[in-house]
């Protein structure tokens, strides 16, 4: 299924250090996030899986280490080292646009490198429709549009278009999640599973490179976990979206990452296939102290 | 909603024995209440000396009132399943639109309503007094509604834009080497006729300059500290106008500011006035109903704005930012240029009012920009259910046209003497109307919220699901 492009780095952590004040939070990690994978972080509570999250969505700023998005295609590394050398954000390399997410604030990652997420404790409009929810999502298209809200006042009918295609947009994401018929519920009357979804479809109406989910199946049913299965695995063929997960679910991880990156202690004990990481004894071993590999997997999904 | 599930639970399952110790304990709040504030008080007799009086049938009639008022606010359970049903009927939105409509039809007959029920005299009063002040305080709620209904940031300085909306038109429009720059380049007669007309715009535009100087330091603050700090910013607005005495005249305030002309008519008995071109009697009571609905019509772009805003994605901003900062950061909305611009395009509004009561009260202090100011417009924002439209046009006038009404009640000096007051009875009574809609529709009088767009049905929102904001 993957071509050689499509397996080319997307996002590159370097020595990546993260303290805060005396604590070390992440200590120099690096690993890297192939275009068109799903990469799953997975380590113990408290192993810094979602501080690595927020550096690089711009939440935290990095105490040092560089992270590296190639929003279209590999970048050389002399096109790393000029952009890292002129103190930009980001440039136009041959293969593409390159950023330098670790000097971008929050909302610029968000609307310029194209990094969505989502958040361990659910962050939707509660008191907005599903609807507006999405429609909130693709804010930066809307603007423009509305001309930076001057021609949307006069009523110009460019922005009635461009809203009648991001409803459009909305309403594809609604049907993939299966919540078409409850689009104009308070996003707040959703029952949990599909406020998981609906934070997802939120972030893919931003239309991103890089979809970045911390636990996207925490307090999700089997069935609802299976769900949530084939819509990231679906994502992952069907759109230019290479996901980055969190996940402590290990039938998520294992069924649907092809690749696993294992921190304890905000250092990377373990990086590789799901069937490496799998029989990793640095793994089996942070996760319970045992050897039994079957035992500890099967102990993480229950109680992580 | 701080109280509500207490009394759901503390009352359902009460008997009459329950509640009269319930009510007891009210008593005796009561009572330890009243004992230091009412029982004693010191006065000075004739021989100029302090004496203490007491006062005991004072603090019996407290308790008594708080201990039946309490029984009587439990023994009646159908007031508490109430707020629910309420907020239903409010549900289908025909009911907010026909409350608006008619609103608005006797708006526009107001003026001429009055002319024909009380007679000329007595209708300036009603249209001045009531009309216009109430409308000032309905834009004001509309251009604060923004920054606290939709952005969800809680400005408790907004006066500040007020005061500087009518001094930037005072100044500009009284303003002599202006006149007379103008008078030498187009006539002697341009400036007086047309400052009004000129300087409205500015000071709208000033005034939300100063929302962006307000917006910037703030930015990074969040609920109670940013509510401090607006407090504060209206403070340091309202010194600077007492003590600029070169340039704001201090306390004596600035006269003589120019009143709006009928887009170049002027209102006097000449013979180029208003009545002497339509061929009308003269009286001044022509300017005050122009005013009622110049108020009026700028009241109603405040509204016809916030409705389009709301629909545009700045205002979607604004809303998702009320409900959850972090998610619109992660969505890429630039949460920075959207809080300025919520400050800004509210304190424009305020501006906008601002000037037009510096243009119709003809003189202007820093009296009239005092925190009561913002207590009272924030007032009506939070009982009319922050962010709705129609709800904080009822609170305006419940509020401002309750406290107008006070001045009418002559007839309870019949009833407690003639040294009897009810104006000063005004915040008394805001207080307690305050308690009473805060236990009866903590959300403010109309909590639901309409989406700004929808598939197939609009569908409510109840306020309970909307956040307040955290600044």
Same mark, same amino acid.
């Given at each position: ?11 590159? #952590? @370097? ?60 970048? &050389? ?19 593409? $646009?390159?950023?330098?997410?670790? $000097? ?13 997420? &989502?958040?361990?404790?659910? =962050? ?24 930076? &809200? ?58 991103? #490179?890089?979809?970045? %989910? ?13 769900? %949530? ?8 063929? @069907? ?27 905000? &250092? ?9 990481? =799998? ?10 102290? #045992? @050897? ?7 102990? #993480?999904?229950?109680?992580? | ?13 009460? !008997? ?102 009380? !007679? ?10 009531? *009309? ?9 709620? /509309? ?18 834009? +007020? ?30 006729? /047309?400052?009004? /007309? ?11 300059? /100063? ?13 109670? +500290? ?23 005249? *201090? ?34 009571? +022509? ?58 395009? *509210?304190?424009?509004?305020? *501006? ?48 401002? !046209? ?47 919220? +309409? ?21």
């Amino acid at each position: 299924m993957a071509t050689q492009r499509e397996r080319e780095p997307l996002l590159e #952590v @370097e020595h990546l250090m993260m303290q805060f004040g005396g604590l070390v939070a992440i200590n120099d990690l690096s690993f890297s996030a192939r275009r068109g994978d799903i990469t799953a972080i997975i380590g113990p509570n408290g192993a810094g899986k979602t501080t690595v999250f927020n550096c690089i969505t711009g939440f935290y700023k990095p105490s040092s280490g560089r992270i590296l998005l190639s929003s279209e295609g590999s970048a &050389t590394p002399s096109d790393i080292d000029v952009l890292t050398r002129s103190g930009r954000r980001s440039m136009a390399a041959a293969a593409g $646009r390159i950023y330098l997410l670790e $000097r971008m604030p929050d909302f610029e990652i968000a609307s310029q490198a194209k990094v969505a997420r &989502t958040f361990q404790n659910i =962050r939707l409009f509660t008191g907005m429709t599903v609807l507006e929810n999405l429609i909130v999502a693709q804010h930066n298209t809307l603007m423009r549009a509305s001309g930076w &809200t001057v021609l949307g006042m006069f009523g110009a009918g460019s922005y009635y278009r461009a809203e009648a295609r991001a409803v459009d947009l909305a309403r594809y994401w609604l049907d993939r999640i299966g919540l078409l018929d409850r689009a104009d519920v308070a996003a707040g009357d959703l029952p949990y599973g599909d406020q998981r979804r609906l934070e997802i479809a939120r972030a893919m109406c931003t239309e991103p #490179v890089l979809l970045c %989910l911390d636990e996207p199946a925490a307090g999700l049913n089997p069935r609802e976990s299976a769900t %949530l299965n084939a819509l990231l695995k679906s994502i992952q063929s @069907e759109h230019k979206t290479s996901i980055l997960l969190i996940e402590h679910d290990m039938s998520v991880v294992m069924e649907i990452s092809d690749h696993v990156v294992v921190l304890e202690y905000g &250092t990377k004990i373990s990086d590789g296939p799901p069937s490496y990481v =799998r029989n990793d004894p640095k793994v089996v071993a942070a996760y319970l102290g #045992v @050897e039994d590999d079957e035992v500890a997997l099967a102990g #993480v999904g229950i109680a992580p | 909603m701080p109280g509500a599930g207490l009394d759901h639970s503390s009352t359902q399952s009460l !008997g009459i024995g329950a509640a009269i110790i319930d009510a007891g304990k009210a008593g005796l709040l009561a009572l330890g209440l009243a004992v230091p504030i009412l029982a004693l008080r010191t006065e000075t007799n004739l021989e100029n000396q302090l004496i203490l009086r007491e006062r005991w049938d004072y603090v019996a009639i407290a308790v008594a009132v708080a201990f039946f008022g309490r029984l009587v606010y439990l023994m009646i359970p159908a007031r508490r399943a109430a707020p629910k049903a309420r907020s239903l009927t409010f549900n289908g939105s025909g009911i907010a639109r026909a409350v608006a409509i008619i609103g608005l039809a006797l708006l526009i007959v107001y003026p001429f309503l009055m002319l024909l029920l009380v !007679g000329k005299a007595a209708s300036l009063k009603w249209i001045d007094n009531f *009309g216009i002040q109430i409308l000032i305080y309905v834009m004001l709620g /509309w251009g604060l509604n923004i920054v606290v209904g939709l952005a969800g940031l809680l400005d408790l300085g907004y006066v500040a834009f +007020y005061a500087v909306g009518a001094y930037s038109y005072a100044l500009l429009a009284a303003n002599e080497p202006i006149k007379q720059f103008m008078a030498d380049m187009i006539g002697p007669s341009f400036w007086p006729l /047309w400052a009004f /007309w000129i300087c409205l715009p500015v000071a709208g535009i000033l005034s939300a300059f /100063w929302g962006i100087i307000l917006g910037f330091p703030v930015l990074r603050l969040r609920g109670d +500290y940013l509510a401090i700090v607006t407090l504060a910013f209206g403070e340091i607005i309202r010194m600077v106008l007492i003590n600029w005495i070169d340039v704001t005249n *201090g306390y004596a305030g600035i006269s003589g500011i120019p009143r709006p002309s009928f887009f170049g008519i002027p209102f006097n008995a000449s013979d180029s006035g208003f009545s002497a071109i339509f061929g009308l009697e003269f009286t001044p009571l +022509y300017r005050t109903i122009f005013l009622f609905y110049l108020i009026l019509g700028l009241a109603l772009l405040t509204n016809w704005a916030t409705l389009r805003l709301r629909r545009l994605p700045v205002g979607r901003a604004w809303e998702a930012l009320r409900e959850d900062e972090i998610a619109c950061r992660s969505l890429g909305i630039n949460t920075t240029n959207t809080k300025l611009t919520a400050f800004a395009i *509210g304190a424009g509004f305020g *501006g906008f009012a601002g000037a037009f009561f510096a243009a119709r009260q003809n003189f202007i202090s820093p009296e009239s920009f005092t925190f009561m100011e913002s207590a009272i417009i924030l007032a009506i924002v939070v009982l009319g259910g922050m962010g709705s439209q129609i709800g904080v046009a009822i609170a305006a006038v419940a509020m401002i !046209g309750g406290t107008e009404i006070l001045r009418e009640l002559d007839w309870l000096k019949h009833v407690f003497g003639a040294s009897f007051d009810p104006v000063q009875y005004r915040m008394l009574i805001f207080g307690l109307a305050m308690v009473l809609v805060m236990i009866w529709r903590p959300r403010g009088l109309i909590s639901t919220r +309409y989406p700004s767009i929808y598939l197939k049905e609009r569908k409510s929102v109840s306020g309970d699901l909307v956040k307040e904001g955290h600044g």
